[in-house]
């Protein structure tokens, strides 16, 4: 059994198009576009292709988009300044800040110096304890692509043993949570697990969130299970490979993602998605 393509470039795209259908809507109904703003910090060179993306993403959705690049010897205390600057600007719908930091900054101040209602990364402490109490809030974008991903090839996770690989707050606790939201049955495991093939061979739904280039081998993978590969490592040859060994694993799941190609251009969607999301209910509409 040869497992079908799930098309993350393809979604990515239809989900792009709702958000900018979205965002024409909310334009006619409140005379002003949503507005997205990525604080970067430093000159690393990863970071500034995904600020760039984001800020062109936002544009051709017909956003507000605005980068702030702040040179890598930024003080904390300017940063959490500039922050609250931005947070209480009325035309700031979304911020995000871009991570990692330089060394001589912690995340997780910067992070929570931006309030729920625009934390469309949703890493705030307000927004993962409305994940983790099933309330409404803002999810972060790469979990909620991922069950955009399940949605869109019609796997419903409602019954279905699932098992996370990885335990970051950016990745592995929220899917685990949406997970369970959606009546699956999770096993949050990591590269530490005791007989994490056993493990995960006993799973319908794999996620693969730790960061170790081709950790899944092929055969744990029970035969037809969705796969969702989020790890992009480079590898020695130059190439991207993910958390999972793909060619056996794609013999024996029915689904799977690709890398890069799959989880990957989720992100961005689903962070366009995030903004309108914030835009609406900061005006009050029910979403």
Not at 215 to 238: F, M, T
Request: charge should be neutral; hydrophobic fraction near 45%.
């Amino acid at each position: 059994m040869a497992a079908q393509i799930i098309d993350g470039k393809k979604i990515s795209k239809q989900v792009r198009a709702e958000v900018q259908a979205g965002v024409a809507a909310f334009k006619a109904r409140h005379g002003r576009a949503p507005g997205l703003h990525v604080v970067l910090v430093g000159e690393d060179a990863a970071s500034q292709v995904y600020v760039r993306n984001k800020e062109k993403a936002s544009l051709e959705v017909g956003m507000l988009g605005a980068a702030h690049r702040l040179p890598a010897d930024t003080s904390e205390a300017k940063l959490l300044e500039f922050v609250s600057e931005l947070d209480a600007r009325a035309d700031v719908d979304g911020i995000l800040v871009q991570l990692p930091l330089p060394k001589h900054l912690e995340s997780d101040p910067v992070i929570d110096r931006i309030s729920a209602a625009k934390d469309v990364d949703g890493l705030t402490e307000a927004n993962a304890g409305k994940l983790a109490l099933g309330r409404p809030g803002l999810r972060p974008c790469t979990p909620y692509g991922c069950m955009r991903l399940l949605e869109a090839i019609g796997c419903d996770p409602k019954g279905l043993r699932a098992v996370v690989v990885g335990r970051s707050n950016l990745v592995g606790k929220p899917i685990a949570q949406l997970l369970l939201q959606r009546h699956a049955t999770v096993t949050l495991a990591h590269s530490r697990t005791r007989a994490l093939d056993e493990i995960v061979r006993e799973a319908d739904i794999v996620v693969a969130a730790v960061g170790v280039a081709e950790l899944v081998k092929g055969d744990w993978i029970r035969p037809g299970a969705v796969v969702l590969d989020v790890g992009i490592n480079r590898g020695a040859d130059g190439k991207l490979h993910g958390d999972v060994d793909y060619a056996p694993a794609a013999e024996r799941a029915a689904w799977i993602t690709p890398v890069p190609g799959g989880v990957g251009p989720m992100t961005i969607a689903m962070l366009l998605g995030n903004t309108l999301e914030a835009a609406r209910r900061r005006e009050g509409e029910v979403v």
